[in-house]
């Protein structure tokens, strides 16, 4: 991503920031400083998407890397390296999405749903923009989190059961993004120290959201929804981004949760995070909340153990 500056001719300069896994010197500060004065009046969005593109930074399906570069600009800016256009939304802010919105088609008074046929569970991926403005609406409102910001590859999906017309009815909603990049626990259980991994963290997931709708009460529903979004998980991650994936891993906040859902499909707990949170300039801070350490399959077959630990 960053300039080569050996190829320019010139020394090799120092590294001034090390984000996700690429060293960020001043030539590309400078580089990005007159990107933006080439281009007066273009919003960030724009920017992350043309900076990709002159840098020819992709994702392994070959879609260029816009979340991940919007995201090194927010980043580069907080640490005062550059200073970023003025955004083009109204206070900077994404619009929320009220739940009452007509045109996702949201019940304001959802009925109770205590029984359903599992063998007509369907989990799949969101279909169209409409749907995912449905997902982010539904997570945003009922999901301890909110939605948050699914930056980088990621993948959403809907669980839905049949409803008395015969048409799809929601009962969860799940997000699958980015692994984590350090996960010492996680390492130690594959047995890769943390070079040997980095190179392969394209091949570890994260369920960085799951929902079941408050008003659904179907006894095993969670582990059903995750034992089928995972059968089709890797599928569907390698028609979008050009590669599967090997395993799955999530966080459960212990203060909350006690983790039954995961338990039940078979996910193997490893432990418990140091209970440190970060923010963007890689400072640990102590006052996160512990969470426990998940991971899927808990034990990888020859070929995803192959592909996991291939040079």
Known sequence: METDSKQQGQPSEPTLVRYRNRDIRSADIAFIQSTMQANPGMGRTHLSRLLCELWDWRGPGGS???YACRDLLLRLEEWGHLKLPARLSVNGQKKRISRDEPSLGLDLEPRLIESGDLSQL??????DRQERLKWRALVDRY??????????????YVATLPDSRGSEETV???????????????DAWLGLDFESLRRRLH???????????????????????????LKRLSRDWESRYGHGVVLAETFVDVSRFHGTVYKAANWRQLGLTAGRS???????????QAKAIFVYPPKL???????????
Do not use: D, T
Not at 143 to 156: D, F, P, T
Not at 207 to 226: A, D, E, H, Y
Not at 278 to 288: C, D, E
């Open 203 to 229: 091949l570890v997931v994260n369920n960085q959201r799951f929902l079941i709708l408050p008003w659904v009460k179907i006894k095993n529903l969670g582990s059903r929804v995750l034992s089928l979004n």
């Open 64 to 66: 260029l890397k816009e």
């Open 122 to 127: 369907v989990v799949r991926p969101v279909r």
């Open 278 to 288: 970060k923010r963007g300039n890689g400072i640990a801070h102590s006052q996160g």
């Open 143 to 156: 999901h301890y989190l909110g939605e948050g910001v699914m930056c980088g590859s990621h993948l959403l």
């Open 172 to 186: 969860a909603c799940l997000g699958w993004g980015a692994a984590s990049l350090r996960n010492p626990k996680r």
């Open 301 to 311: 077959s020859r070929q995803q153990a192959m592909a996991l630990r291939a040079q």
